[in-house]
């Protein structure tokens, strides 16, 4: 791990710069109140323009839980990336394991999904996150999941 401060806020361009994920499969728009090694929260904004709407559940579109699941692995690697700093170069994370996922409410275009991502233990080169989602006060899905660093090999 590196010894600099880390950004309480990170922006898209360094987001696309810690994950490889593109349009339309990145998840995660912002991130804030970043706590290097424990905790983030992710901001997505979520659009009527998300590919997603037009086959899920067309004439009322709700966001897939899956997605909202997706959204919070990609936090969860965004704060491992930034975490482990340049020990990251050369490695991905990959999303291992998912336990107890809910799903509270439907999210819809206009929505706000917060993206709390909290680290419960770290072990080598596995890492096991608790992950909420919110759109305001109310939690709309939730899960406990697990990654793995591994050698890129592209």
Not at 10 to 22: A, T, V
Not at 32 to 59: L, M
Not at 65 to 80: N, P, R, T, Y
Request: glycine share 8%.
């Amino acid at each position: 791990m590196t010894d600099d401060k880390l950004p309480s806020i990170l922006d898209i361009k360094r987001i696309m710069q810690l994950l490889p994920h593109r349009y339309p499969f990145l998840m995660v728009d912002r991130m804030e109140d970043v706590v290097r090694g424990e905790s983030a929260i992710g901001i997505k904004n979520v659009t009527i323009n998300e590919p997603f709407f037009s086959g899920h559940f067309p004439d009322a579109p709700v966001m897939p839980g899956v997605l909202m699941v997706e959204a919070m692995a990609q936090a969860a690697g965004i704060l491992v990336v930034e975490t482990m700093g340049s020990e990251m170069k050369g490695k991905l994370v990959y999303f291992m394991s998912v336990e107890d996922a809910r799903f509270r409410k439907p999210v819809g275009p206009g929505d706000q999904l917060k993206i709390h991502v909290r680290k419960r233990h770290a072990r080598k080169l596995v890492w096991k996150f608790d992950g909420q989602c919110k759109v305001g006060d109310d939690i709309v899905a939730e899960a406990t999941y697990t990654a793995m660093i591994v050698a890129d090999s592209g």
